[in-house]
Structure formats: C-alpha cells, structure tokens
C-alpha cells in the first residue's frame, strides 16, 4: 500500500513550458487535493476532485488545470509556466469523514 | 485573505516541558479542525483533529483544545520529546470538502 504517490519530485521548468505533475492514490479515495506552498506560507488549495470525473476550484486555481478520469489519478497540468508558481506541490486524498493523506511533495521552480 | 492564522512562526521548548501551538480562524462557519505535522522534505502528517461539538480532545501526549467563541485552537504536546520538532500547521473546514491551512509554527524541542 503505497499511500498517495508524487512525481517528479524536482523539477525545474522555463518561462512558458507546461508540465504536468502526476498523483495517484492506492486507498480508493473518493477525495482528491492538490496544493501549493510557498515559503511562509500555509498550504493554499488550487483544486480538488470528489470523485472521478468531477472537478471543482480551489482558493488558487489560475494558471492550472486538472482531470480525474480515474479514481486513482489526479494529474495537475501547468500550461505556461510562470515565475510566480515557483512553489512545493503537494496532493492529497482521503475518504468521506476521513482525514487527508499527503504525498511526499513535488518540488517546482520556473526560471 | 487568510482565515486561518498561526500567529508564531516558531516556538522552542526544552524536552520534557510543554509545548503550546496556537492557531486562530476567522470563518464561524468551520466546524472541523485538525492538526498536521510536517518534516522537511515530506508531506504533511495527520496528528490530531476536534469537531465544533467538542472543545477537547486527547490522544496520548497531544491534547487539541477549542474555544469557538474565541475563535481560537491550541495543540498541547505533552511532554516536548526532540522527534517532536518539526513544523506544525492547524486546518480547518467548513464543508469537509475545502480545507484551510495556517502558515505553520515551527517547533523545535531542546534535549
């Protein structure tokens, strides 16, 4: 049972690439997160997911987007890259009335 | 706008003795808090979480208190051990769909 998985855990991106930083969980979680944090920072929601199929915005959603075809995946796209999402990415899951499970963290930095 | 604060960016103690992190929030409409535990390089890790119907809970040497007409939680470990130190972040949800973080308190505890 590998928990909730991230990769990569590095990456280092130019201004206007896109990327897309994978997140699978192995626990049948209906919920799915994705966060960023900055340094100082608490953990800001950029978007999250209900159950396959089913996608909602977060309190930072610009500049991303998401998709859950399946249970287990919940991939985040960026599109252009930008400076300002230079940042650590964390998903998370759980089940309903279940607290989260985070992964280990992708760490993201545009130049 | 951050609607839930850590107002203690850091905090030392000397093992043995107690650690207090505090932790405020703004929305009335929360009514589910939780504390996280994270170590550099890793994920959050759940520790300990209150519902608005309660104003204490207890699970081994951390104890989560709740003052909702204050608007204010506090996490008391008891007593401080050095594998304690790390950053600590409080959360809160409204819907249990949507959690929102504090920007963490790091505690490091003196042998």
Redesign the interface.
């Known amino acids: 049972n590998a928990g909730v998985t991230q990769t990569p855990k590095f990456r280092i991106l130019k201004i206007g690439q896109s990327m897309t930083l994978q997140c699978t969980q192995d626990m049948n979680h209906n919920y799915m997160y994705w966060y960023r944090q900055d340094p100082g920072m608490g953990l800001k929601l950029i978007y999250y997911s209900v159950g396959a199929g089913i996608t909602d915005k977060g309190e930072v959603p610009n500049g991303y987007n998401v998709s859950r075809s399946t249970t287990e995946d919940f991939p985040l796209r960026l599109e252009l890259a930008a400076p300002s999402q230079t940042s650590v990415y964390f998903c998370a899951s759980n089940s309903d009335g279940d607290t989260q499970y985070f992964g280990p963290g992708t760490r993201l930095t545009v130049l | 706008d951050?609607q839930?604060k850590?107002n203690s960016?850091s905090l030392s103690v000397q093992e043995g003795r107690i650690s207090i992190l505090n932790c405020d929030y703004t929305n009335s409409m929360f009514d589910y808090f939780?504390w996280?535990k994270k170590y550099p390089?890793?994920?959050?890790?759940?520790l300990i979480?209150i519902s608005s119907i309660k104003d204490k809970n207890e699970d081994g040497r951390f104890t989560v208190f709740l003052n909702k007409s204050a608007k204010h939680l506090s996490l008391h470990i008891v007593p401080s051990q050095p594998g304690d130190s790390a950053v600590y972040?409080c959360?809160a949800s409204d819907t249990?769909?949507?959690?929102?973080?504090?920007?963490?308190t790091s505690l490091t505890v003196i042998p």
């Open positions: 951050q839930v850590q960016p939780l996280y390089a890793e994920g959050p890790t759940f979480s972040f959360a249990g769909n949507q959690f929102y973080f504090g920007t963490g």
